[in-house]
């Protein structure tokens, strides 16, 4: 049971580690926790949070979605960060990772669920993930990537790309609702070309909710979390569900058993990130369920990832300077103008 628990990231409920939760958490020591906005505080708060969170069995990895713009998880803390869309417009993408692995790093974060590479296009992903999105052509889409993962990278903190095979073509929002992407294999091909460059460097790639043509989701689908991201693009790193508490898999049973057909499907990392009173039962359904051969091979990915990580430190360089000049610095790269 221990076993099926390590393919687990889990979120937490509030800005403490509460009794209950330490319970459940040293019972069924997960591979991550993951925190978001309703877990942060104070500078204080956050880095006494992340410190008991490593006192976990296993060390869990610390992640965090920090993309700055819409999704800015230190906001609070550190100021508004420039969102990706307008760092690549400026031609700002590596100093925009750059800044967010550092304040990864003071916070207590491991990995950073960033950056997105799906593709911008107007009336989808335009309305849908707004400036989450670098604009233009795959290739560009690609290059701002991969200077934000290089920014991460220098700072000692992992990547994760997402979402794959593409929210671009998606008009409605996975967290409310299941959106189809229509089969069109010269579209497919550009939305799956800014992963194919960037993913080896992230070792990480997050798997969407969306669905293809047979309606089933991507990250519920072996067909497109196995046969076409191992198969077809050759992908070796670790695989990441997207919540899979949203509410675009609503229609595909209880969380327990959309955890064990993730699994099933490709997802190394099964993210639950609310409903941490349902993870045991989560973890059960995985072991009950998923050959253990699978997860295997799920923990296996998720070993060499962490070593990754081990290097990535080894090889970083994170400033040795007041948290008040991260924040100013922070602060200025949104006002700085576009590159030439």
Same mark, same amino acid.
């Given at each position: 049971?221990?076993?099926?628990?390590?393919?687990?990231?889990?979120?937490?409920?509030?800005?403490?580690? #509460?009794?209950?939760?330490?319970?459940?958490?040293?019972?069924?020591?997960?591979?991550?926790?993951?925190?978001?906005?309703?877990?942060?505080?104070?500078?204080?708060?956050?880095?006494?949070?992340?410190?008991?969170?490593?006192?976990?069995?296993?060390?869990?990895?610390?992640?965090?979605?920090?993309?700055?713009?819409?999704?800015?998880?230190?906001?609070?803390?550190?100021?508004?960060?420039?969102?990706?869309?307008?760092?690549?417009?400026?031609?700002?993408?590596?100093?925009?990772?750059?800044?967010?692995?550092? &304040? =990864?790093?003071?916070?207590?974060?491991?990995?950073?669920?960033?950056?997105?590479?799906?593709?911008?296009?107007?009336?989808?992903?335009?309305?849908?993930?707004?400036?989450? =999105?670098?604009?233009?052509?795959?290739?560009?889409?690609?290059?701002?990537?991969?200077?934000?993962?290089?920014?991460?990278?220098?700072?000692?903190?992992?990547?994760?790309?997402?979402?794959?095979?593409?929210?671009?073509?998606?008009?409605?929002?996975?967290?409310?609702?299941?959106?189809?992407?229509?089969?069109?294999?010269?579209?497919?091909?550009?939305?799956?070309?800014?992963?194919?460059?960037?993913?080896?460097?992230?070792?990480?790639?997050?798997?969407?909710?969306?669905?293809?043509?047979?309606?089933?989701? &991507?990250?519920?689908?072996?067909?497109? #979390?196995?046969?076409?991201?191992?198969?077809?693009?050759?992908?070796?790193?670790?695989?990441?569900?997207?919540?899979?508490?949203?509410?675009?898999?609503?229609?595909?049973?209880?969380?327990?058993?959309? =955890? #064990?057909?993730?699994?099933?499907?490709?997802?190394?990392?099964?993210?639950? =990130?609310?409903?941490?009173?349902?993870?045991?039962?989560?973890?059960?359904?995985?072991?009950?369920?998923?050959?253990? #051969?699978?997860?295997?091979?799920?923990?296996?990915?998720?070993?060499?990832?962490?070593?990754?990580?081990?290097?990535?430190?080894?090889?970083?360089?994170?400033?040795?300077?007041?948290?008040?000049?991260?924040?100013?610095?922070?602060?200025?790269?949104?006002?700085?103008?576009?590159?030439?």
């Amino acid at each position: 049971m221990a076993d099926a628990a390590r393919v687990f990231g889990v979120g937490l409920a509030s800005a403490a580690l #509460a009794p209950a939760e330490r319970e459940i958490l040293e019972r069924f020591p997960p591979r991550a926790v993951i925190l978001f906005r309703r877990n942060i505080g104070s500078v204080d708060q956050l880095l006494a949070l992340t410190a008991r969170v490593r006192e976990l069995p296993g060390r869990p990895l610390l992640c965090v979605d920090e993309e700055g713009g819409p999704v800015d998880r230190f906001r609070d803390l550190l100021g508004p960060s420039i969102s990706f869309r307008e760092a690549a417009e400026r031609g700002l993408s590596r100093r925009a990772g750059e800044l967010a692995g550092e &304040a =990864c790093v003071r916070l207590g974060f491991d990995v950073d669920l960033a950056p997105v590479v799906d593709r911008l296009l107007p009336g989808a992903s335009e309305r849908v993930l707004r400036d989450r =999105c670098a604009p233009g052509e795959p290739g560009k889409i690609a290059r701002a990537a991969s200077e934000f993962v290089t920014g991460l990278h220098s700072r000692g903190v992992g990547a994760c790309v997402k979402h794959f095979p593409g929210l671009g073509r998606a008009s409605l929002d996975t967290h409310h609702e299941l959106p189809m992407i229509p089969a069109d294999a010269r579209e497919e091909e550009r939305d799956l070309a800014p992963f194919q460059a960037t993913m080896a460097a992230a070792r990480a790639v997050m798997i969407s909710h969306a669905a293809g043509p047979d309606g089933r989701p &991507a990250s519920l689908s072996s067909d497109r #979390a196995t046969r076409l991201l191992r198969g077809a693009l050759g992908f070796e790193g670790a695989a990441f569900s997207d919540d899979l508490e949203m509410g675009a898999l609503a229609a595909f049973g209880s969380l327990p058993e959309r =955890c #064990a057909a993730a699994s099933s499907a490709g997802c190394d990392l099964l993210f639950v =990130c609310s409903r941490i009173s349902e993870y045991p039962t989560c973890v059960e359904r995985v072991a009950r369920q998923v050959p253990a #051969a699978r997860l295997e091979e799920a923990a296996g990915r998720l070993d060499r990832y962490a070593e990754h990580l081990e290097t990535v430190r080894r090889t970083a360089v994170t400033p040795d300077r007041p948290l008040a000049d991260l924040i100013a610095d922070i602060a200025s790269v949104r006002q700085m103008p576009h590159s030439s």
